[in-house]
Every structure is written in structure tokens, then in C-alpha cells.
């Protein structure tokens, strides 16, 4: 592990070489980036480079930190939410959102680095799903919250859910990606929506047509 930066403009350095690094990774992959590319992107020197990140791997690493942290930083105060039924709607409908705006292009960063490093470099797919890890924790920590305010009845399964509307969330990415249709996406949140709407409590299932599945 390269050296951690002990001043504020080392800081700022070792950021800006893992922006660059995660820009060039973003456009080449992780493959075909080199140390020279991210260099010349961020600007740094190879001394600069060494000094910060041990190797390609070590960087790649810290990619995959920062990859985390802007993915789920991202989701913030739409996490903050997850605890109403309201919310767990508005963090789906803003999903959707950022694809509809994407046009359907660029999946989930996490799902695209995983698949390119993860099968090779342990370290770094251990990362990478820790970003899962927390990404569902938001997600079962909302229905948590939802059991104890009697939202949700007393025996839903938070553990169970959550890992569900996760991997509903990056399924439908992986088929928004592919289709370049935002249409998958919501689908496959609206799938999700209706296996959580099925525990909820029954003086609340007027609240919203949401969670049902469509009619045609």
C-alpha cells in the first residue's frame, strides 16, 4: 500500500489521481488503463503515482473505494427515506430518474468494475462488495424501520427483502444497460415494490397503486 498523504495538498493529489484513475477505467477499462493514462489525465508524475499506490492494482483499489462512496454517497438523502413506503418509492422513481436521464447508458459503476476485476484481483472485488453490503444495509435498515412504526406486519423477513430489491435493483440495471430502456429498470423495481407491498400492514394498502403489478 502506497504511502497515505499527511497534508492537505497530499490529499488533494492522491484524490485527483483517483478521479483521473477512475475517468480513464470509465472509458478503456480496467484492463486497458495504464499509469500513463491516468499521469497525463490527472496531471502526475510517475514519482507521484509510486508514491500514493504501490502498483496498478493498488490503484485500482482505491478506485473501487471511491467508486463506493460516490454511488452510494449519490443516495444519500434519498437512504435517509427508506423508513415510509413514501420513501421507498421515491428512491425507486429516482433510480429510474438517473437512467431516463442516461438514456439507459452506464449501468451501476459498482456491477461494471466488479465485472471486469472481480474474478482476478480478490482484494478489490472484496471492496466492491462491500459497497453492496452497505448499499443493502440502507435498504434493510428502511424496512427495518418500517416493522417497528407497523408499516410493514411483524413477520416480514428485513434480511430477505432487502437482498431481493438489491439484486432486483441490479438486474434491472444489467437489462437497462443492455436495452438502453429505462423501461427494465422500472419494471424490475416495481417487482420489487409489490413483493414488499405484500407484507404491508392492511390499513395501508390504499395508500398507493404502486407495488402492484401493472394491470396489462
Known sequence: MGAAPTTERGRSTRQRIVAAAR???????????????VGARAPASRSQLYHYFDDKNDLLKAVAEATNEMVLGEQQELFAGLGTWEGLVRWTDALVAIQERHGGEGGC???????????HHDQIRVVLTSGYDRWEEHIRAGLTAMIASGELRPDTDADWLATSTLASLQGGLVLTQARRDPRSLRRALDGALALVATYRSGERLGDTDRGRPPAV
Not at 111 to 119: I, P
Open 23 to 37: 475517468e480513464v477505467v470509465a472509458e478503456k477499462g480496467a484492463s486497458a488503463a495504464s499509469l500513463d493514462d
Open 109 to 119: 459503476p459498482i456491477a461494471n468494475l466488479l465485472s471486469q476485476v472481480g474474478e
